[in-house]
């Protein structure tokens, strides 16, 4: 069993940059593929980006196109995810999630079974 907490989020104005963080429990957590999901009200859950259990393989999804980046820290059990150049339509809702021991299927958002409770990131314009 992994518990997710999240956090780093907050109003920012667009162009500007936040670093959201999600530290893990457990002895276990070098072995999870992890990823950061985020749903806006009227939108569909999106998988934004994820890494390998290794650390040595990373998704993201299309739309972002290089503006946001996903790193995890084995010796603090904490996965981070870097967002830069934010627009308005980055608003919503992101959770971190963790998958199942040594799952090689980082990249797929059914993949993902523990969650995290959220954190609001809020862009102004």
């Known amino acids: 069993q992994v518990q997710l907490v999240e956090s780093g989020g907050g109003l920012v104005q667009a162009g500007g940059s936040l670093r959201l963080s999600c530290a893990a429990s457990g002895r276990t957590f070098s072995t999870y593929p992890m990823g950061w999901f985020r749903q806006a009200p009227g939108k569909e859950r999106e998988l934004v980006a994820a890494?390998?259990?290794?650390?040595?393989?990373?998704y993201y999804a299309h739309s972002l196109k290089g503006r946001f980046t996903i790193s995890r820290d084995n010796a603090k059990n904490t996965v981070f995810l870097q967002m830069n150049s934010l627009k308005p339509e980055d608003t919503a809702a992101y959770s971190c999630a963790a998958g199942r021991p040594y799952d090689g299927n980082y990249y797929s958002s059914g993949t993902y079974e523990h969650w995290g409770q959220g954190t609001q990131v809020t862009v102004s314009s």
């Open positions: 890494i390998s259990w290794s650390g040595d393989g990373t």
